[in-house]
């Protein structure tokens, strides 16, 4: 039988600095997955123009709704851009903003499918990357 | 007179398959912030079945960054309290996650199978930014 082995990497570099140049705090935080086969489907990226103001949804039906690494980046020029796990709202971009995190779709154990985006006011172009993690095993209230 | 801010972030993900296909996403931008009132940054540690509390209610909005510091167990971070259904993630030990939210909620984590230590910031933005 065969399998699919996913692999994830992920940094960042954060600094916070005051308007007399101090430096207020600055994280640079990065980690690797280990190679996982279980709960390991599909990897996807693209760039998409969101269907309206509907909410669009950008993961695929054999994403592993337990466990997603996410990366979105609103690459368009006007409105905010909402990213909506199971109908919940975990950020809102605006044109140039990007977010990065570990998404629990399904976190009601209620068979939640969709991880949406959606712009405001008129159609948005949207980057994103999303690979399969596996499961964490919670069954929380979302 | 309360100071300004420019917050400066870039991040990265690239996914790996065992074939050696491979496909990656970045970006980066600035956040210049004015008239806010809570910076909130450090590490506290999350038990297992209540909220710690990483930022109180902002007047607007936040951007939120959390490491998981543990080697084990699994930390869930909320825009709410965990009971309002806003989860922003689930780290597994040494991940992290970071967000722009446009809202006034308050920022919690808990631990899942023991306390595990997060280390966090929590930026209020303003509407400009």
Known sequence: MATQSLTVTASGSFSLTDSDGNSVFSYSPSFTTATEVTDSNHMHTGEILTNGTSATTINSALNNKDLVYTFIKNVDTDYVVTVIPDGDIIAHLNPGECMFSPVHVDGAGDASNNLDIQAATAAQKVQYLICDGKDTGINTDD | ?129
Do not use: H, W
């Open chain 2, 1 to 129: 007179m309360a100071k300004n801010y420019t917050l400066a972030v870039s991040l990265n993900m690239s996914a790996t398959t065992s074939t050696g296909y491979s496909q990656s996403q970045s970006g980066a931008f600035t956040l210049n912030i004015t008239g806010v009132d809570q910076i909130a940054t450090g590490r506290i540690d999350c038990a297992t079945g209540s909220d710690g509390t990483i930022m109180a209610a902002p007047g607007y909005g936040k951007a939120i960054y959390v490491k998981n510091l543990d080697d084990a167990n699994v930390l869930e971070v909320y825009s709410g309290a965990s009971s309002d259904n806003d989860l922003i993630g689930v780290l597994k030990a040494g991940e992290f996650l970071f967000v722009v939210l446009r809202d006034t909620n308050t920022v919690t984590a808990r631990g899942l199978g023991g306390t595990v230590t997060a280390e966090y910031f929590a930026v209020e933005i303003d509407t400009n930014a």
